[in-house]
């Protein structure tokens, strides 16, 4: 199965922090994305790259960066955490071709105070 | 910016009845419907999906019917079990051919026993 891996899995973070969560997928998917759970919201598109040197913003991309400096690697940076931005952050590949299938990695829990 | 609404937000149901969750779409022009399980504590993962060429598809105790002259589609899940409790996704294409998914807001399933 397609391996997406996320750090830190859980981050505490200060308000007007910076905080930057990392994601590497082994795949060699070209698509990556970067979405927040929230309850009542479900999974909303922050961020997502097409390859390297690559990156779109999403539905929601206000207060985040990314970062997609190889293939396997993309990062999403808050410059300036804000306690809104408290939530699970999900981080998943995809080759949005004949199979469609998005692979998602563990999470991270975030907790801006 | 285009949404997918998902209902219900909370299904209760006894073990070996069957559950049903219904999504509507905006665009027309989306193409490719998958659904996401995601169990407490773990990542969403893909259980099945279906593409517009199709109204029906069903593997493994789930059932997935699209409408698209009324832009809906539903997961049924029979013979439920205890093991079927989790979040469920529906998502849509943003448009034909999209690299975008859409999520709905998620469906929290519990199955009784």
């Known amino acids: 199965e397609a391996a997406v891996t996320q750090s830190p899995r859980n981050k505490v973070a200060v308000t007007g922090g910076k905080v930057t969560l990392s994601c590497n997928q082994t795949?060699?998917?070209?698509?990556m994305y970067w979405y927040r759970q929230d309850t009542g919201h479900g999974l909303r598109l922050i961020h997502y790259?097409?390859?390297?040197?690559?990156?779109e913003k999403g539905d929601i991309p206000d207060g985040y960066k990314a970062s997609r400096p190889s293939q396997e690697n993309f990062s999403l940076i808050l410059e300036l955490a804000t306690p809104s931005q408290t939530s699970v952050y999900f981080c998943?590949?995809?080759?949005?071709?004949?199979?469609?299938?998005?692979?998602f990695g563990a999470g991270t829990r975030l907790s801006v105070l | 910016g285009e949404q997918v609404e998902q209902l219900p937000s909370i299904l209760r149901v006894q073990e070996g009845s069957s559950a049903s969750i219904n999504c509507t779409y905006e665009?027309?022009?989306?193409?490719?419907f998958p659904w996401y399980k995601q169990e407490p504590g773990e990542n969403p993962k893909l259980i099945i999906d279906?593409?517009?060429?199709?109204e029906r598809k069903q593997t493994q105790g789930l059932i997935v019917l699209l409408d698209k002259k009324a832009k809906r589609f539903s997961l049924h899940i029979t013979d439920t079990q205890p093991g079927d409790s989790a979040m469920y996704f529906c998502?849509?294409?943003?448009?034909?051919?999209?690299?975008?998914?859409?999520f709905g807001s998620g469906t929290q399933l519990t199955v009784m026993p």
């Open positions: 998502a849509a294409s943003a448009s034909s051919g999209s690299w975008q998914l859409i």
């Open positions: 279906i593409r517009s060429n199709m």
């Open positions: 790259s097409y390859g390297a040197g690559s990156t």
């Open positions: 998943a590949s995809g080759v949005m071709g004949a199979q469609n299938t998005l692979y």
């Open positions: 795949n060699n998917h070209n698509n």
């Open positions: 665009n027309s022009a989306s193409n490719y």
